[in-house]
């Protein structure tokens, strides 16, 4: 029964994660003294239990337990400190009396929800079962509160250990009255749409009757608030263990694992998922004087992030939550009220910095900790020890880490971070760097999150440890691959996860690929990949000749296909190419460095492939153009030619379709493209005249196409080309011939030509930025122009 009774246990119906409720428990421990302790939870997790009592765990903490066939199929049972399960279990480790887990077995739990069995419920295709009652909200409105968690903190967190009243003086009544409102609640809405507790609540029943054989009557019982009606009612053994028979079963295996405040924050394990997990502990941390403590966390957080923040403002915030809470007729300053007084004292109204404090005070970032002892598959031990070894601690909040591949610590952490994302353990993900972008630099953004021991346990059926385990994922993903471009990315993974035994197993599926894929679209997807891979060598001190090889045979063949399966292309294809072209492109370049031998004649033959993708009128204009603008950057095209392209592309007889596909190639999606307009007004001429040119009838049809290209600009440059459009450019085209003629600019303040004697007057300045010799000769603009050239 609920509270003390001489013939029956002691039922603490309590909320989960409720800290006014571990109190309550802890106070009615205290008073009675059981010779027994009943959790709800999974019995398999008995053995745990004195871990507990460890110095070195630190909740929050999570029994985990998995599937042994099938580590992904998981759950979680998050403890905290101010759990009353947790201080249950704390209270009797620390009195010597036996404890006990009596919920559902998780080798039932886990069957049934692969299965999906529902206890007698609808299956998915008959009527949908009803939303689950919320029991606080329902009595939290019938209390006439628009906010279950305000009316629960002004009913039982407020409860101090130092409030006055029959209630503070008896710690069993405020469990008497919260087990008589669920009674009255499950004979309103019976299993509240949860019909597999049923099951739970017979099993529980079971386990109440084998303690009253072994203990009597002196035992206590820390369940859900819900689950005591059940477990008070009068039923037959035979009617629980009808209800038990038949269930599904798996073999299961459970551990400790830490857990955080933000997994805390959800609606996860015991179904109890609390917004302020951070502001909970607090309340049940402090001994006295809960806001006002509160204000000083507030203001401390606030002062580390360089914000004026005084005493005075303690003390002002402290009075208006305290005026708020009268106000709003609250016993006491709850979490709204001291949040608005720290938004209108400490914030200046500003939701920025209260963000913050949501996120490290109310949610909070803390992540627990599990002693070593506790159970873990072999390579959840082996990651535990690269972690110490490396110094790789993780953290519940997100954080940024550069690597510098150069020194051994930083390139074993890269090491092990590539091999745990091809391992699936997403624990780091690769960043844009902040400085250098050269091969012996990483960022990675690091978050480790309690799910990701589910992911540990899953890959610990590739090895023990994290390299073998590796090796032997990267060795079957390359035999089931199916594409060419998944050979060469898992080539490039293999390198960077330092896997040499995996290597060769890549290779010969690599060069197996490559000689029977004849399609051009599939080479150019793999060589970028392939190619990077090359970067990695000196760094990594890996041997990438095999990989250089097969690099340069795909080049070889593409340089081959590539200009038949440009033509005949529709739109969709067309783009598709044009990004494949880039990535080739960019990859033979990759490839020129990295095999010395082949390099004069790659670049040779990739410089003829764009030349005929550039003027071949078969070719799609988005090709032709893009190939156009690659020559131009690199220096094989002169700007004439360029302009004489540019020209025939955009000349009347030339679709406006096409014409804005070839625009689109040519200036837009890479980097300068808007810029080269402007430093070249002839280009800018030739399109502006096009431009005003294209009827109107089909000028809607080519908008996207233009919109498109010119919206990928930075603003300043579409200002730029804004005003050198409506000045009009400085150079223009003959209406007959269409040769660009030059035009004095109109510009303010320029002038048509170079100003020698200008330029001239800037030399020395430059001279002493660039450190030059004051002996050497005096240069004039020409002479600056080539110094300029040859420093740039």
């Not at 028979?245 to 073999?251: A, F, T």
């Not at 694992?257 to 502001?279: C, F, K």
């Not at 890959?459 to 691959?481: F, H, I, K, N």
């Not at 038949?564 to 990004?579: V, Y």
Request: aromatic share 4%.
């Amino acid at each position: 029964m609920t509270g003390a009774h001489p013939a029956g246990p002691l039922l603490l119906g309590v909320r989960h994660h409720g800290p006014g409720s571990a109190r309550a428990v802890l106070a009615a421990l205290d008073r009675a003294r059981p010779q027994a302790v009943l959790i709800e939870g999974p019995p398999e997790g008995d053995a745990l239990l004195p871990l507990a009592a460890d110095e070195q765990m630190r909740p929050p903490v999570a029994l985990l337990a998995h599937a042994v066939d099938d580590p992904g199929r998981a759950a979680f049972w998050p403890l905290a400190a101010f759990s009353p399960e947790w201080v249950a279990m704390r209270w009797a480790l620390a009195h010597g009396v036996p404890v006990r887990f009596i919920d559902l077995p998780a080798a039932h739990s886990l069957a049934m929800t692969e299965e999906g069995e529902q206890d007698g419920g609808p299956e998915p295709d008959d009527e949908p079962r009803p939303v689950p009652v919320d029991p606080i909200r329902v009595l939290a409105e019938t209390a006439g509160y628009d906010d279950p968690e305000r009316w629960w903190e002004d009913v039982v967190e407020h409860r101090t250990p130092g409030s006055s009243g029959a209630a503070a003086a008896d710690p069993l009544a405020a469990f008497a009255a919260l087990g008589e409102a669920m009674t009255a609640l499950r004979e309103v809405y019976g299993d509240g749409g949860h019909p597999r507790d049923a099951v739970r609540e017979a099993y529980m029943r079971i386990q109440l009757r084998s303690a009253r054989k072994e203990f009597g009557g002196a035992f206590a019982v820390v369940c859900g608030a819900w689950h005591v009606p059940a477990l008070e009612a009068r039923t037959t053994q035979t009617a629980d263990r009808a209800l038990l028979k038949g269930l599904p079963k798996v073999k299961a295996e459970l551990t400790w694992v830490p857990w955080t405040h933000q997994r805390l924050a959800r609606h996860s394990g015991y179904g109890a998922g609390i917004d302020s997990p951070g502001w909970y502990e607090h309340l049940f941390a402090a001994p006295d004087r809960p806001v006002e403590r509160w204000m000083t966390k507030v203001a401390g957080l606030l002062r580390d992030e360089d914000r004026f923040v005084s005493s005075a403002h303690v003390i002002e915030a402290v009075r208006l939550a305290d005026t708020l809470a009268a106000m709003r007729g609250r016993p006491l300053a709850g979490l709204s009220e001291t949040t608005d007084a720290v938004r209108a004292v400490m914030c200046e109204g500003s939701d920025v910095p209260l963000a913050l404090v949501r996120d490290r005070l109310v949610v909070g970032v803390t992540l627990g900790e599990v002693p070593d002892t506790a159970p873990a598959v072999p390579l959840q031990r082996d990651l535990n020890r690269q972690q110490r070894t490396l110094r790789l601690k993780p953290e519940a909040a997100e954080r940024e880490l550069d690597l510098d591949l150069r020194k051994d610590t930083d390139a074993a952490r890269s090491r092990l971070l590539h091999r745990l994302r091809l391992l699936g353990i997403g624990w780091g993900e690769p960043a844009a760097g902040r400085g250098s972008t050269g091969t012996f630099r990483e960022s990675w953004r690091l978050r480790w999150e309690p799910e990701l021991y589910v992911r540990v346990a899953e890959a610990g059926v590739w090895g023990t440890t994290v390299l073998s385990a590796a090796t032997a994922r990267a060795e079957s993903d390359a035999l089931a691959a199916t594409a060419l471009a998944e050979v060469t990315t898992l080539a490039e993974r293999c390198l960077l996860a330092g896997l040499p035994e995996a290597l060769p197993v890549v290779m010969r599926v690599l060069a197996d690929r490559a000689a029977l894929d004849a399609d051009v679209g599939h080479l150019a997807d793999a060589l970028p990949a392939l190619a990077r891979t090359l970067r990695y060598g000196d760094v990594r001190a890996t041997d990438t000749a095999a990989l250089g090889e097969v690099a340069a045979g795909l080049a070889e063949r593409i340089c081959v296909g590539l200009p038949p399966a440009c033509t005949g292309l529709d739109a969709d294809g067309a783009a598709a190419l044009r990004r494949q072209v880039d990535g080739v492109h960019t990859a033979i370049g990759l490839l020129a460095g990295a095999v010395p031998a082949n390099a004069d004649g790659l670049r040779e033959r990739w410089r003829t492939v764009l030349h005929r993708l550039a003027v071949r009128d078969t070719v799609a204009g988005v090709i032709r153009g893009r190939a156009a603008r690659l020559l131009l950057d690199d220096g094989h095209l002169a700007q004439d030619e360029a302009a004489r392209l540019m020209g025939l592309a955009l000349s009347p007889g030339t679709p406006p379709a096409d014409a804005a596909a070839w625009i689109e190639g040519f200036v837009g999606g890479a980097a300068g493209g808007g810029m080269l307009l402007v430093h070249d007004e002839r280009l800018l001429a030739l399109v502006d005249s096009w431009l005003t040119g294209v009827p109107a009838d089909t000028f809607t049809d080519v908008l996207p196409l233009l919109r498109r290209t010119f919206s990928a600009y930075e603003s300043g440059v579409r200002r730029t080309l804004g005003e050198l459009v409506r000045r009009g450019p400085a150079v223009g085209t003959d209406p007959g011939t269409g040769a660009v003629a030059g035009r004095e600019s109109t510009a303010p303040g320029f002038g048509p030509v170079l100003d020698g004697a200008r330029a001239d007057a800037v030399v020395p300045v430059l001279r002493l930025l660039l450190g030059l010799d004051a002996g050497t000769r005096p240069e004039t603009s020409e002479h600056h122009e080539e110094r300029l050239g040859a420093a740039g």
